[in-house]
């Protein structure tokens, strides 16, 4: 049913014209009759989407011949050679398209078979919009790479269940470790990743079981790659840096090693005639208890690289990950410890020495996916380095999609952030297009790990994170309030009301959920041992994991600074760093990660750390109960099914801000002893 979810924002619902005459086309012109090939998918796509939109049956050829009254969807070259017409099309980038609709004689023209997938997609929603304008226009994507991770397991019994850190069910790919001979979830999935621009998808966990390259399983991955490929969606495959040993009867994984580097090259041969089109690698190293080339003194250069030039004649790329560090050694006791300097520590030596086709994929933050962090130095300390943004959709440290969190506003302070390399301007997308360092690879990950819940992510509301990291990664300066409503419309119709209620409601979650969780930089203060789930500050401390608060009687907070700290700020280029060095010029929502100060310090806003805890937190959850009261003002112009199960979550927000707010609260007040100037907090 169109309400349950599958469907996402491509539910093409009937559209009502009032009293409007519009003539529209009568045909659709695909020009490529091969039955794996976007452009024939697009023709499909348009036929559905007018089916649903219009009521009207559009009969599809492929024979190229132009006929006005037709949608002509192609590449631009294909289009070239049947049409007689010259095209004014400006010149279009990878994967770009170009828009040309005017009443009944519509053109959909990419640079290749993906770009006119997209342009269709882009067509279809403004009509499900009802936005019946004429337009002209191209548009291209700010960077080549937009790809999605997953972190699925083959088998239900990983530590996490079958999707590390998913929230929407089981893998859609796998159960009980056999991949679906059924997939047309894929298919379903394929297809919303294709409207919103995604060209790559890892299929398995960066945590990597080396059964994937084994001949069973890469039978499977073939017809997972042949249910993305009609989307234009290109398959990637998460490495065990240790298959040689697991797997291929080696005794070592050495990666000078030229046995090892003979299997990784016979390997890769035989991958890539499973899957000739596949997109490439992605690697997990030396953390987290993952084996690496650290084990043999080797560098985590000599492992890129090394994957690099067995990937390399296929055309094949390696997203080499910068998220390594020592989970195991690292002492509290040591004030100038900090798992935050790792990234930079490992790979700012080797900047200039990996080879072209390896692409470093850099987590937004330098600790994990928190709620507040500064942005990654190490977007500013590899220039001569392919990068990548890695992002996290599934909301792991963000409510797990039972708290409604709107992502964008998030990554919008990353994408945004002027790193001021050379004192110059040096915004973080601009980094990522390739644009400020001149590179020619490089752009956007996303952990997102949907599952077999008929919501994909395990909340209606969860999607238009999904939906918006998609049209970010293409154009990452979109206005994300106008992107939400896109998605609104889309999801939920046209009802002002509603697309106004879930406006505000998103645009408030994300402040909400940083009040009510952890505030100034302390990072999320969730449970960190095991779920990544509810408050639990004590568990930050005291363990080798480095996401420490250093929080005592006194004071909180974790000294960063070159002068007395870690020397973490140290680490970005010297208008940022110095910027971060005083507390007189540290933001405040950055305090706490940058400095140790006692509770009683005095913020910019004025109030001391400890009141702006207790106060934040009681806003908070003031701000979560307050979506109740909005939400409920939608029933009745959204379906039954869906207003009951995004209410469910709502209802458990609400109530579980509480449990955040109280934890917390009096967390520190039992630690400082500081009454609340409010007096709601401790006995009174
Ligand atoms: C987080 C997450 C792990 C994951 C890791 C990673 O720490 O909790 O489940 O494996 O990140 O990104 O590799």
Same mark, same amino acid.
């Given at each position: ?46 036929? *559905? ?139 379903? =999935? ?193 220039? *001569? ?130 009040? =009510? ?159 609340? *100037? ?7």
């Amino acid at each position: 049913a169109a309400e349950d979810g599958l469907d996402g924002w491509l539910r093409y619902a009937p559209l009502d014209l009032g009293h409007k005459h519009v003539s529209f086309p009568t045909s659709i012109v695909a020009l490529n009759s091969s039955k794996d090939s976007p452009v024939y998918t697009a023709g499909l796509e348009l036929q *559905k989407g007018f089916k649903g939109i219009l009521s009207q049956n559009l009969k599809i050829s492929h024979d190229g011949r132009p006929t006005s009254s037709a949608i002509i969807v192609g590449t631009v070259a294909e289009y070239s050679k049947t049409s007689n017409k010259p095209l004014n099309a400006p010149k279009l980038k990878e994967d770009g398209f170009w828009l040309s609709t005017h009443g009944n004689t519509v053109t959909i023209l990419g640079q290749n078979e993906r770009g006119a997938l997209y342009g269709a997609f882009e067509y279809l929603s403004r009509l499900a919009q009802g936005d019946l304008s004429p337009a002209t226009y191209a548009t291209s994507p700010d960077a080549p790479i937009r790809w999605v991770n997953h972190w699925d397991n083959l088998n239900g019994t990983g530590t996490h269940g079958s999707v590390e850190r998913g929230y929407g069910g089981d893998s859609i790919f796998y159960k009980d470790n056999v991949i679906y001979q059924d997939l047309s979830r894929v298919t379903d =999935y394929a297809r919303l990743l294709a409207s919103i621009r995604i060209n790559g998808v890892v299929i398995n966990n960066v945590n990597a079981d080396p059964a994937f390259l084994t001949d069973k399983y890469l039978e499977g991955v073939a017809r997972i790659a042949s249910h993305f490929r009609p989307y234009g969606v290109k398959v990637g495959l998460s490495l065990n840096f240790a298959s040689p040993q697991l797997i291929g009867g080696l005794n070592t994984f050495d990666p000078l090693d030229p046995s090892v580097v003979e299997w990784w090259r016979t390997t890769t041969n035989k991958v890539y005639k499973y899957v000739p089109d596949m997109a490439g690698y992605l690697v997990k190293a030396n953390s987290e208890g993952q084996p690496g080339p650290l084990t043999y003194n080797r560098t985590l250069l000599d492992g890129a690289n090394m994957f690099a030039k067995a990937a390399k004649p296929h055309g094949g790329i390696v997203m080499f990950r910068a998220f390594v560090y020592d989970s195991v050694n690292l002492k509290e006791s040591d004030w100038k410890a900090d798992r935050a300097n790792a990234a930079v520590d490992h790979f700012k030596q080797f900047d200039g020495q990996f080879d072209d086709n390896v692409v470093v994929q850099i987590k937004y933050g330098p600790i994990d996916f928190q709620v507040r962090e500064p942005a990654s130095p190490l977007f500013a300390n590899i220039p *001569k380095t392919n990068v990548a943004i890695e992002l996290q959709v599934t909301q792991e440290y963000l409510g797990q999609q039972c708290h409604l969190v709107y992502l964008p506003p998030l990554w919008n302070t990353i994408l945004d952030f002027d790193l001021r390399v050379d004192n110059k301007k040096t915004l973080v997308r601009d980094v990522l297009s390739g644009e400020r360092f001149k590179r020619n690879l490089g752009g956007y990950v996303a952990v997102s790990n949907v599952g077999v819940n008929s919501t994909w992510l395990g909340s209606h509301l969860a999607m238009s994170n999904l939906y918006a990291y998609g049209r970010m990664a293409w154009e990452p300066t979109v206005d994300v309030k106008a992107t939400l409503d896109d998605w609104t419309r889309l999801t939920f119709g046209l009802d002002k009301s509603v697309i106004n209620t879930i406006n505000k409601m998103s645009m408030q979650s994300w402040p909400a959920y940083e009040q =009510y969780t952890g505030n100034l930089g302390i990072q999320t203060l969730t449970d960190i041992l095991y779920a990544h789930y509810g408050p639990n500050p004590p568990s930050q401390d005291d363990n080798p994991w480095g996401q420490w608060t250093r929080a005592d009687a006194d004071s909180i907070g974790m000294d960063r600074t070159v002068w007395n700290g870690t020397g973490f700020a140290g680490q970005y280029p010297t208008e940022v760093a110095r910027r971060y060095e005083r507390i007189e010029t540290t933001p405040d929502d950055l305090l706490l990660w940058f400095h140790h100060v006692p509770y009683t310090h005095r913020l910019h806003s004025g109030k001391t750390v400890i009141q702006h805890f207790y106060d934040e937190h009681y806003k908070g959850a003031e701000t979560a109960h307050s979506f109740l009261a909005m939400w409920k003002s939608l029933k009745g112009k959204i379906d039954k099914q869906r207003y009951e199960e995004v209410l469910f979550r709502l209802v458990y927000q609400a109530g579980h801000s509480i449990v955040w707010r109280d934890a917390i609260n009096n967390f520190y007040h039992n630690k400082s002893g500081i009454a609340d *100037k409010s007096k709601r907090v401790g006995n009174h």
